[in-house]
């Protein structure tokens, strides 16, 4: 093998693991990035269901009081 060749593939072998390594890095970000998307969604959904369940008594309570205005209002008509 001459020297011109040999420097040749020694070239292509680092610019390989040069490459290796950022697609590693690009694996290793898109990973966390879709993690860190699962948790947004989790706390998204998560706090909406929570604020249902805190608010769900006073729904319920306001329901109440339109039937009891609806049956008001109703038995004036008659």
């Given at each position: 093998?001459?020297?011109?060749?040999k420097?040749?593939?020694e070239?292509?072998v680092a610019?390989?693991?040069?490459n290796?390594?950022?697609?590693h890095?690009m694996r290793r970000?898109?990973?966390?990035?879709r993690?860190?998307?699962?948790?947004?969604w989790?706390l998204?959904?998560?706090?909406?269901?929570?604020?249902y369940?805190?608010?769900?008594?006073?729904?319920?309570?306001?329901?109440?009081?339109?039937?009891?205005a609806?049956?008001?209002i109703?038995?004036?008509k008659?």
């Amino acid at each position: 093998m001459s020297p011109e060749e040999k420097e040749l593939l020694e070239r292509s072998v680092a610019l390989a693991e040069d490459n290796n390594k950022i697609l590693h890095a690009m694996r290793r970000s898109m990973f966390w990035a879709r993690v860190m998307s699962t948790v947004y969604w989790v706390l998204i959904i998560g706090s909406a269901v929570g604020a249902y369940y805190l608010i769900q008594p006073y729904i319920d309570q306001l329901m109440g009081i339109y039937g009891g205005a609806n049956d008001v209002i109703n038995s004036f008509k008659r």
